[in-house]
């Protein structure tokens, strides 16, 4: 059985949403960032934070390869060249898409007031919506490493979301219609709803 711990506004969203397509079970334990909850399961205080048996698993792009390596789903298999090109598309998310959404959020309210540049962010919008319309052009098909959706194209519609609360540039067409197909999956709807709900 796997515990998730975190809150459904931080990364810990992605965690849920990769169980549900799994339809494996699950109890979640919603914790804020740095609390107590938090830094019994994680001395950082980071979540999200997958429990299985005695382990705890943490940072969200692992957690999410070991799920779908686990269960065979949402990934190409290990050693492929497949799973290569998959693999080069989860760290272009992470380096070029959720950098300049952390890294904003770092200037908005985690870091201490006094070490916060929020003039940054005019730049940080920029490099996102260039890295975006970049990515669009390279969209092989529907999804970002073959005819159905994997670990990265669970992490760019999760970042799509957290680009929209936080003000970025929402207004590229592809992405759009991306984000409108990965948003209609009943696994993501279930989550979400909670989310409304939390
Ligand atoms: N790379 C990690 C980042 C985890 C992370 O920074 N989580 C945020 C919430 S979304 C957090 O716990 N922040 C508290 C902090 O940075 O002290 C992941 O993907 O899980």
């Not at 996102?128 to 490493?145: C, E, F, N, Q, T």
Request: glycine share 6%; net charge positive; aromatic share 8%.
């Amino acid at each position: 059985m796997y515990t998730v711990i975190g809150d459904l506004k931080t990364r810990a969203f992605r965690v849920v949403w990769m169980l549900e397509e799994l339809g494996q079970p699950y109890t979640h334990r919603p914790a804020a960032p740095g609390s107590e909850a938090a830094r019994a399961v994680n001395p950082s205080g980071k979540v999200p934070v997958l429990r299985v048996d005695e382990a705890a698993l943490t940072d969200s792009t692992a957690i999410l390869t070991y799920l779908a390596d686990r269960h065979g789903a949402l990934t190409h298999p290990a050693g492929t060249r497949e799973r290569a090109r998959q693999d080069a598309m989860t760290f272009r998310i992470l380096d070029e898409i959720e950098t300049p959404l952390w890294t904003a959020a770092k200037h908005s309210f985690v870091l201490p007031e006094d070490k916060r540049v929020p003039a940054v962010k005019d730049s940080l919008k920029w490099e996102y919506a260039k890295a975006l319309a970049r990515l669009m052009d390279d969209l092989p098909g529907a999804h970002l490493a073959g005819p159905a959706p994997t670990v990265p194209d669970l992490l760019l519609a999760h970042c799509g979301g957290w680009a929209k609360a936080a003000g970025f540039p929402a207004d590229e067409p592809r992405f759009a219609e991306y984000l409108r197909r990965m948003r209609a999956r009943p696994a993501f709807r279930a989550v979400a709803e909670r989310l409304k709900a939390a």
